[in-house]
């Protein structure tokens, strides 16, 4: 899938339906979020219609008048893709400038051991 930034109101329902047991239904986003954002069930069909035209989502006729959605593309894949395009654009593709940008009294201790970890990792894989 070529790189597209999803806007967040589509990401907010793909958090939805990667949390959930596909096939996931208008119904069940409408039930897990629309509600609490305040949204029209027919806000929910356009952003279901969107994220299908963009390749985000499969469509498939469901039990009834209903529609049945199923993920393209899983969380992981959509946040590395994400998380490459961030570096790519604001870091020239540098993953020490990112680190670099983090505030480092922010970072904990854990966090530091999982770098440290990542970085021997890549050591022994050869990168």
């Excluded at 069940?28 to 949204?39: A, F, I, N, Y």
């Excluded at 969107?50 to 199923?70: C, D, K, M, S, V």
């Excluded at 590395?80 to 480092?104: C, D, K, P």
């Excluded at 966090?111 to 022994?124: G, I, M, P, S």
Aim: charged share 30%; glycine share 8%; net charge positive.
């Amino acid at each position: 899938m070529k790189s597209k930034r999803l806007p967040d109101a589509e990401f907010q329902v793909m958090q939805v339906i990667w949390d959930a047991q596909p096939p996931v239904t208008t119904t069940t986003v409408m039930d897990r979020l629309g509600r609490e954002r305040g949204w029209k069930i027919q806000t929910v069909v356009s952003l279901f219609g969107r994220l299908t035209e963009r390749g985000f989502l499969r469509a498939e006729q469901g039990p009834g008048r209903g529609r049945a959605f199923y993920p393209l593309i899983t969380r992981e894949a959509y946040l590395r893709m994400e998380t490459e395009s961030f570096v790519s654009r604001y870091h020239n593709n540098s993953v020490a400038s990112l680190i670099g940008a983090l505030r480092r009294d922010e970072l904990t201790q854990d966090d530091l051991d999982e770098l440290a970890r990542f970085v021997k990792e890549a050591r022994e894989k050869g990168r």
